[in-house]
């Protein structure tokens, strides 16, 4: 009956790697919006609420003197992208573990397993944006040019997600404890990075040390799009060195540990 | 024969540890790899080579835990040799997992189309083998259920079922079918017959004896981690036999 197989097509590597990405991406966003009633609401209630929580205390109960007007949109343009990042390095720490039948019984390019996260996290992050033109209409924040650096800041940070992905997932499969060491520096990463302050804010001397976290830069990018004045050259060329750097560092890691890592897995 | 070679191993080497317990430090990670010390680690391959051309069929004969499943592991590129290269020209389709590393929490239909789209197929053949996949696997009535609540039957027949349909060249079967019932096994071997007539090349483990005869012309006999011959199957089984009984054919499962 059957005869030699038929040939199919030869694929170039790279749409082999898209579509491997793209079918786990699709299943991470399936299961996550088709599982639940409020769906797509989830991913953008999270930030909101906590958004509502830091107004709240800042605007209206504590005398502020950090940030911009409006607060509420200040607020989301850092708290958003900051969504992304602590969901992306936070899962990343099972990134092997958590579809380890899949991992063992497939020669997908490992580093899908790892970028599959932050793509989910970071397409759920797009679809969470207009939450912040909502709240800029109601409180009536004009965008500026500086939404140009929009698509610079994602890319940055999708390099710097990468980056800390590709480090912390292999190292996770041998050293179990750096699951929660994870979790503890990403607690600490949110009050010492510019989300819920802006870098101008923090006393002279150490916005200098502030800036070499590249999530300051970063989010000064996202924070251009509404105020242009929050925009840190300095910071901005520190995130893109470092965001490099850490992805560099990131390939060298899981390259030498990929070998390992999938005997263990 | 002048067929191409398919599959290459020269020189494969893999270690494991030999306990969980042994950490490897942050300093193992950055020395080179011929410094390391590694006091607890053993080859479970070392110095194979073998060359595989299109079409053959081949039996891999050892006692359990002399290499087996890791050979085929590397051919089918899950996992990487710490020494030496193992190439392939062409897909695989392996059937290494008794699983077929499907997930627990996907329904029959959803893992078949994550597994087959991860293994290399296109979205739209796996459309048009849907139904041929599902009725082979004889889950009809089950294209809704979570993988997890399935038999152990079911499983094996639905990854047999989803690999056997792959249309790669190269087929890796590993002691998978002792698990299924009879009337599954007879369709499987039919199914594999098929394969083989149809120019796949297969690489096959078995402790069956009559198996490995029915569908295998050469045969490797591993032995502690080592390629002790490589042969026609009748020669490899023979040399099997004689170092370790006549054992093969009631030692089924493993």
Request: glycine residues 8%; positive net charge; contains cysteine.
């Amino acid at each position: 009956m059957t005869t030699a197989p038929p040939p199919r097509p030869a694929r170039t590597p790279a749409q082999v790697y898209r579509q491997s990405l793209w079918l786990l991406t699709s299943r991470d966003l399936k299961v996550r919006y088709a599982t639940s009633f409020l769906g797509y609401l989830w991913s953008v209630l999270d930030p909101l609420v906590m958004a509502i929580i830091y107004w709240f205390v800042f605007t209206q109960v504590v005398d502020r003197t950090i940030g911009y007007e409006p607060y509420i949109v200040f607020l989301l343009a850092g708290l958003l992208p900051w969504m992304w990042f602590n969901g992306a390095v936070g899962d990343a720490t099972r990134a092997f573990t958590k579809d380890a039948k899949l991992v063992r019984s497939t020669r997908i390019p490992r580093t899908i397993w790892v970028n599959r996260i932050v793509l989910s996290k970071g397409i759920e992050f797009i679809a969470a944006l207009p939450v912040i033109v909502i709240f800029a209409m109601i409180f009536g924040a004009q965008p500026t040019w500086g939404v140009l650096w929009l698509p610079v800041a994602i890319v940055l940070q999708a390099i710097l997600t990468v980056g800390l992905g590709l480090i912390i997932a292999p190292l996770v499969v041998f050293f179990r404890d750096l699951e929660r060491a994870v979790k503890l520096v990403l607690r600490f990463l949110f009050y010492a990075s510019p989300i819920i302050y802006g870098l101008g804010d923090l006393p002279h001397g150490l916005d200098f040390w502030a800036s070499f976290n590249p999530l300051a830069g970063i989010i000064s990018l996202y924070r251009a799009s509404f105020f242009p004045d929050q925009l840190d050259a300095r910071a901005v060329i520190i995130a893109a060195i470092m965001s490099l750097v850490i992805l560099a560092i990131g390939i060298l890691v899981f390259r030498r540990m990929v070998r390992a890592v999938l005997k263990e897995v | 024969m002048t067929a191409e070679t398919v599959i290459r191993v020269a020189d494969a080497g893999i270690r494991f540890r030999r306990n969980r317990r042994g950490r490897r430090s942050f300093k193992d990670l950055f020395a080179g790899s011929k410094r390391r010390s590694r006091p607890n680690e053993f080859w479970a391959l070392r110095n194979v080579s073998v060359e595989v051309r299109a079409g053959e069929a081949i039996g891999v004969v050892g006692r359990n835990g002399q290499g087996k499943s890791t050979l085929l592991k590397l051919v089918a590129g899950v996992m990487l040799p710490d020494e030496g290269a193992v190439e392939v020209h062409g897909g695989v389709a392996p059937l290494i997992e008794i699983t077929g590393g499907f997930v627990d929490d996907l329904t029959v239909r959803e893992n078949l189309y994550l597994t087959a789209g991860l293994h290399g197929m296109p979205k739209r053949e796996i459309d048009e083998r849907y139904d041929e996949i599902i009725d082979f696997a004889e889950l009809r009535d089950f294209v809704g259920t979570p993988y997890k609540h399935l038999s152990s039957g079911m499983k094996v027949r639905l990854a047999f079922s989803v690999i056997s349909r792959l249309e790669e060249p190269i087929l890796l079967v590993d002691e998978v079918l002792a698990v299924g019932d009879k009337a599954f096994r007879d369709k499987c071997y039919a199914r594999i017959d098929q394969l083989l007539a149809g120019g796949r090349t297969l690489f096959f483990v078995s402790h069956n004896e009559r198996d490995l005869k029915r569908f295998c012309t050469r045969g490797l006999y591993l032995d502690k981690g080592a390629l002790v011959l490589d042969g026609p199957i009748g020669d490899v089984l023979d040399a099997y036999n004689r170092d370790y009984g006549a054992g093969i054919t009631s030692t089924i499962v493993d």
